[in-house]
């Protein structure tokens, strides 16, 4: 047990260093977070990529709580997205609110889906035998 608090603590740990570098990356002065879209949406991606490879090749349990619980969880972030669509809507921005929600829901779905759809065909290519 403890063994998985650590690999999900350190997974937290390297996602949240990782999203605040792209955050400082993408940085900008407009009104739209487009850090924010684009760390969620390789986050949905890397978890479509693991549960890709996990539905071919059983994957470590502990991979998967580094990756997908502690990484992923720590990388990506709903709550920034919450608060963000917030200060929209607070200063009237209900074009960039309904533009930020609609992309960040279609473009991460499709992420995850094709993150599964390629680590999937990879997998079945390479890791089975």
């Known amino acids: 047990m403890y063994k998985t608090i650590l690999l999900v603590g350190i997974g937290g740990a390297l ?3 990782s999203r605040f570098l792209i955050y400082l990356l ?19 991606f890397i978890i479509g990529l693991i549960y890709g490879i ?15 619980t502690g990484f992923c969880g720590g990388f990506t972030t709903f709550s920034t997205f919450s608060y963000e669509n ?25 992420a995850v889906f094709l993150g599964f759809l390629l680590s999937n ?8 035998t």
Do not use: E, M
């Open 15 to 17: 996602g949240s260093i």
């Open 26 to 44: 993408t940085k900008n002065n407009t009104s739209f977070p487009i850090g924010t879209l684009i760390i969620n949406i390789i986050g949905c």
């Open 54 to 68: 996990d539905g071919v090749k059983r994957l470590n349990s502990n991979f998967i709580y580094f990756g997908v």
């Open 86 to 110: 917030f200060l929209l809507l607070k200063i009237n921005r209900y074009d960039l609110f309904f533009y930020y929600t609609a992309t960040s829901l279609i473009v991460c779905l499709i």
């Open 121 to 128: 065909l990879i997998a079945k290519h390479f890791l089975t």
